[in-house]
């Protein structure tokens, strides 16, 4: 194995505090790094794909596309995001389930439903709202279940209710607004359902942002964590074991989410949680959804 040395110096000047006494300490170091030629990861995994993206040449790009983010919920409206796999296709049990919350959530609430715009779960969701007659928009990124999109591009979507993001800052940062309710009269919830990899980094996201009092110090926004089929019980033991080694306080995540086994727990939490009356039909989980009718458009 060869070995590269090269070298590069800094030195870094900085008031120490000790006590009541300040001085002066200088301290330096040489770091030996090699000289490799250096190629944005961005230009090489495209170079690959069927997809041309941009370098991020600017933060003004990054900028302008969270912009058109909050322009598009400015005109959609804010209301319930879901969160959840990209892999559950329209044979999965949880798709069904998941398109069955959608519709009822939608009709509960009267809101806008708001996603990833992509496959799997997402796509059960929007369906169910779409059937409800209810306004759907989303947030693209440009690759799904390991997958490249085209650009802007939804199979039936019309194209001014999504948006087709390049950066995953700004995907989240319109995720995260969608349900930030600036007045009483607003009704918006999250709703965690299975996932793998990104539903976690952004329910964490999300948890985080509450507990920080970031999301909700005015206005309370529902956290629904749907463990279906007891899907995120392990995930609920680490988080219980983290109580015990001190990582979290007692009770801390309990506080931060409501877990719901069914959709019929959702529904009525979601009913107390804004005061509503839930039909009837809402009490009806599994039995119903088989009779609900997916149109792919």
């Not at 999250?190 to 970031?214: H, K, S």
Request: glycine share 8%.
């Amino acid at each position: 194995m060869a070995n590269f040395f090269l070298r590069s110096s800094y030195h870094h000047q900085k008031d120490v505090n000790l006590g009541s006494c300040m001085r002066k300490e200088t301290w330096g170091f040489n770091l030996y790094l090699p000289k490799l030629k250096y190629q944005s990861r961005i230009s090489l995994c495209c170079k690959n794909e069927s997809i041309d993206f941009e370098e991020r040449t600017s933060p003004n790009e990054v900028k302008k596309e969270i912009e058109q983010c909050y322009e598009l919920i400015h005109r959609l409206g804010r209301g319930v995001v879901y969160l959840g796999s990209s892999r559950m296709g329209p044979g999965h049990p949880h798709y069904i389930k998941t398109f069955e919350l959608g519709n009822k959530i939608a009709t509960l609430l009267d809101c806008t439903t708001w996603s990833g715009a992509g496959p799997g779960l997402m796509d059960a969701a929007t369906q169910g709202a779409l059937q409800a007659g209810k306004p759907v928009g989303g947030f693209k990124i440009g690759k799904e279940a390991g997958e490249w999109t085209a650009t802007n591009f939804h199979p039936y979507l019309p194209s001014e209710s999504y948006l087709t993001c390049r950066f995953f800052s700004s995907r989240k940062h319109g995720l995260v607004d969608a349900v930030v309710r600036c007045k009483s009269s607003e009704r918006t919830a999250v709703v965690v359902l299975p996932g793998g990899i990104g539903t976690l980094d952004e329910v964490f996201e999300i948890m985080a942002l509450i507990q920080l009092e970031r999301i909700g110090s005015q206005l309370p926004v529902p956290l629904l964590l749907m463990n279906y089929d007891s899907f995120y019980t392990n995930l609920l033991e680490f988080l219980n074991d983290c109580e015990k080694w001190g990582t979290v306080s007692k009770g801390e995540v309990e506080s931060l989410w409501k877990i719901c086994n069914n959709n019929s727990e959702a529904l009525d939490y979601l009913a107390e949680f804004y005061g509503l009356s839930t039909i009837e039909t809402n009490r009806k989980d599994s039995e119903s959804s088989e009779h609900l009718r997916i149109n792919h458009g």
